[in-house]
């Protein structure tokens, strides 16, 4: 009788004070979400298979990787602020400039830059100016000389709006003083068959897509501050004249207050996939950085606080 009165009481404990079983194993012990902002074959999506196999032998847990595009990232961004639950169980891929440009530019854009727990921004591609190599276009002199005697003909495809790629090409236009039209799409993966088919004149996109379409496209210059070490016949555009240097770093967050010792398990998780997967990528077009806690959240104030001016430019004419 008394071992059953302290089982009753035992369960009447865990009821009032809203504990389940769940709470007291040790994380993770189920599958995990991760979602990736844009369409299957891009930057964020090959990370993510690469980084798949390795997090789920780390965490001894199912990742499984989903796709949620739209809006530059911003769709995913804005449902996981607005359901994801802080239990580690539901992580994103995020991009920076994009959850920086996107909240300042957009009247509602869904989400808060700082909305998320960073938990690691593992990789940065540089931004690079793209042809088909049988492009009339041979230099970025070419290119520009062009677009000067033609306003807004020459059509460049990036991923997103007010992302790395577009604000990409709005530095530009205002450096060489030419008018572009730029055409958004869901990601990298659906810029490969727009550019081979004819459909763009070029693209403002990362140091990744040139070295995967090697001998079919051209790079004109790259926006680094050195030549990217996957592409080192492409001059950047500092080289040329141009003082551009722009692109996009890519990490992972989970929900705002998410507990800590989680966020802790995942970003060494993640350290250690990182410098798994190196060899394999910084060869395909990727710088790999390790920006964790408040190094992380750093990174995401320092170029915020860098597009600044581009970004007051961008919102001033909006009005």
Do not use: C
């Amino acid at each position: 009788m008394k071992k059953l009165l302290l089982v009753v009481f035992s369960v009447s404990l865990l009821i009032v004070f809203g504990i389940s079983a769940n709470s007291f194993a040790e994380y993770p012990d189920k599958p995990i979400t991760y979602t990736i902002s844009f369409n299957p074959g891009g930057e964020s999506d090959i990370t993510a298979r690469l980084q798949e196999p390795h997090l789920e032998k780390i965490l001894g847990v199912p990742v499984n990787v989903t796709h949620k595009p739209g809006g530059g990232g911003g769709v995913a961004w804005s449902a996981f602020q607005r359901s994801a639950k802080p239990t580690g169980y539901e992580i994103i891929g995020v991009n920076i400039p994009h959850i920086i440009g996107q909240p300042r530019i957009r009247k509602d854009a869904g989400y808060k830059t700082f909305g998320f727990e960073f938990i690691t921004w593992f990789h940065f591609t540089p931004n690079a100016l793209i042809v088909r190599n049988d492009s009339p276009f041979k230099t970025l002199k070419d290119f520009i000389d062009f677009a000067k005697k033609n306003p807004k003909v020459i059509t460049v495809g990036g991923s997103g709006t007010y992302s790395a790629n577009h604000l990409g090409a709005i530095q530009l236009e205002k450096a060489a003083g030419i008018k572009l039209t730029y055409i958004p799409h869901k990601g990298t993966g659906p810029l490969k068959p727009a550019i081979l088919g004819g459909h763009l004149t070029a693209l403002m996109n990362y140091t990744m897509l040139p070295v995967e379409l090697k001998g079919k496209v051209r790079v004109l210059a790259v926006a680094a501050e050195k030549r990217a070490p996957a592409l080192p016949d492409s001059p950047t555009f500092r080289e040329q004249g141009y003082d551009i240097i722009g692109g996009a770093f890519r990490g992972v967050a989970a929900p705002k207050g998410t507990p800590k010792a989680i966020v802790k398990k995942l970003t060494d998780a993640f350290v250690k996939v990182n410098n798994i997967i190196k060899a394999r990528q910084e060869p395909m077009g990727f710088v790999l950085t390790n920006y964790t806690g408040d190094e992380a959240v750093a990174l995401v104030k320092q170029m915020e606080n860098g597009l600044s001016s581009i970004l007051n430019e961008i919102a001033a004419k909006k009005k």
